[in-house]
Nanobody, 120 residues
Framework: QVQLVESGGGLVQAGGSLRLSCAASGIIFSVNTMGWYHQAPGKQRELVASITKSGSTNYADSVKGRFTISRDNAKNTVYLQMNSLKSEDTGVYYC??????????????WGQGTQVTVSS
Protein backbone atom coordinates (compact mmCIF):
# COMPACT_ATOMS: atom_id res chain seq x y z
CA GLN A 1 0.00 0.00 0.00
CA VAL A 2 2.61 2.50 -1.18
CA GLN A 3 3.15 4.84 -4.09
CA LEU A 4 6.13 6.25 -6.01
CA VAL A 5 5.60 9.54 -7.86
CA GLU A 6 8.13 10.96 -10.35
CA SER A 7 8.45 14.55 -11.52
CA GLY A 8 10.87 16.79 -13.40
CA GLY A 9 10.72 15.44 -16.94
CA GLY A 10 10.33 17.65 -19.97
CA LEU A 11 11.77 18.88 -23.25
CA VAL A 12 15.39 20.00 -23.37
CA GLN A 13 18.00 20.69 -26.05
CA ALA A 14 21.04 18.48 -26.44
CA GLY A 15 23.68 19.50 -23.92
CA GLY A 16 21.10 20.72 -21.44
CA SER A 17 20.14 19.48 -17.99
CA LEU A 18 17.16 18.13 -16.07
CA ARG A 19 16.60 17.04 -12.49
CA LEU A 20 14.18 14.19 -11.79
CA SER A 21 12.61 13.50 -8.41
CA CYS A 22 10.79 10.48 -7.01
CA ALA A 23 9.04 10.39 -3.65
CA ALA A 24 7.72 7.31 -1.87
CA SER A 25 4.63 7.61 0.29
CA GLY A 26 2.37 5.34 2.30
CA ILE A 27 2.92 2.95 5.19
CA ILE A 28 6.65 2.28 4.85
CA PHE A 29 8.91 0.73 7.46
CA SER A 30 12.12 1.17 5.51
CA VAL A 31 13.37 2.16 2.05
CA ASN A 32 16.27 0.11 0.74
CA THR A 33 17.87 0.45 -2.69
CA MET A 34 16.31 3.01 -5.03
CA GLY A 35 17.01 3.44 -8.72
CA TRP A 36 16.17 5.04 -12.03
CA TYR A 37 15.40 3.13 -15.21
CA HIS A 38 15.21 4.35 -18.79
CA GLN A 39 12.96 2.98 -21.51
CA ALA A 40 13.65 4.23 -25.03
CA PRO A 41 11.00 3.78 -27.73
CA GLY A 42 10.83 0.14 -28.78
CA LYS A 43 13.37 -0.93 -26.14
CA GLN A 44 13.32 -2.77 -22.84
CA ARG A 45 13.55 -0.89 -19.58
CA GLU A 46 17.20 -0.58 -18.50
CA LEU A 47 18.88 0.46 -15.27
CA VAL A 48 20.42 3.94 -15.37
CA ALA A 49 21.57 4.36 -11.77
CA SER A 50 20.93 2.97 -8.31
CA ILE A 51 21.74 4.00 -4.77
CA THR A 52 21.71 2.04 -1.53
CA LYS A 53 20.38 3.33 1.77
CA SER A 54 23.94 4.07 2.88
CA GLY A 55 24.69 6.03 -0.29
CA SER A 56 26.65 3.60 -2.46
CA THR A 57 25.96 4.28 -6.14
CA ASN A 58 26.06 2.36 -9.39
CA TYR A 59 25.76 3.78 -12.93
CA ALA A 60 25.30 2.48 -16.42
CA ASP A 61 28.39 3.07 -18.55
CA SER A 62 26.43 5.31 -20.91
CA VAL A 63 25.70 7.90 -18.20
CA LYS A 64 28.87 7.86 -16.11
CA GLY A 65 30.23 11.36 -15.70
CA ARG A 66 26.95 12.93 -16.85
CA PHE A 67 24.26 11.76 -14.39
CA THR A 68 24.27 11.82 -10.60
CA ILE A 69 21.88 9.90 -8.35
CA SER A 70 21.23 11.00 -4.77
CA ARG A 71 18.65 10.49 -2.03
CA ASP A 72 17.13 12.14 1.00
CA ASN A 73 16.24 9.39 3.47
CA ALA A 74 14.24 11.75 5.69
CA LYS A 75 11.93 12.47 2.74
CA ASN A 76 12.01 8.98 1.17
CA THR A 77 13.03 10.69 -2.05
CA VAL A 78 15.55 9.86 -4.78
CA TYR A 79 16.89 12.30 -7.39
CA LEU A 80 18.58 12.04 -10.75
CA GLN A 81 20.58 15.03 -11.95
CA MET A 82 21.05 14.69 -15.71
CA ASN A 83 23.66 16.87 -17.42
CA SER A 84 25.06 16.96 -20.95
CA LEU A 85 21.92 15.31 -22.26
CA LYS A 86 22.01 13.50 -25.59
CA SER A 87 19.27 12.51 -28.01
CA GLU A 88 19.76 8.87 -26.99
CA ASP A 89 18.65 9.81 -23.46
CA THR A 90 15.13 10.41 -24.80
CA GLY A 91 12.47 8.15 -23.32
CA VAL A 92 10.48 7.44 -20.21
CA TYR A 93 12.28 7.39 -16.87
CA TYR A 94 10.89 5.18 -14.12
CA CYS A 95 11.64 5.25 -10.42
CA UNK A 96 12.07 1.94 -8.61
CA UNK A 97 12.41 1.15 -4.92
CA UNK A 98 12.61 -1.85 -2.62
CA UNK A 99 10.31 -1.04 0.28
CA UNK A 100 9.62 -2.78 3.58
CA UNK A 101 5.90 -2.43 4.26
CA UNK A 102 5.98 -4.60 7.41
CA UNK A 103 8.56 -6.43 9.52
CA UNK A 104 10.88 -8.25 7.11
CA UNK A 105 8.32 -8.05 4.32
CA UNK A 106 9.61 -6.21 1.25
CA UNK A 107 8.32 -5.51 -2.22
CA UNK A 108 9.51 -4.01 -5.49
CA UNK A 109 7.63 -0.86 -6.51
CA TRP A 110 7.56 1.33 -9.62
CA GLY A 111 6.51 4.88 -10.35
CA GLN A 112 4.30 5.90 -13.26
CA GLY A 113 7.19 7.27 -15.32
CA THR A 114 8.11 10.73 -16.55
CA GLN A 115 8.89 11.65 -20.16
CA VAL A 116 12.26 13.13 -21.12
CA THR A 117 12.74 14.42 -24.66
CA VAL A 118 16.12 15.67 -25.87
CA SER A 119 16.07 17.61 -29.13
CA SER A 120 18.94 18.38 -31.51
Amino acid sequence: QVQLVESGGGLVQAGGSLRLSCAASGIIFSVNTMGWYHQAPGKQRELVASITKSGSTNYADSVKGRFTISRDNAKNTVYLQMNSLKSEDTGVYYCNAELFTSYRASGDYWGQGTQVTVSS
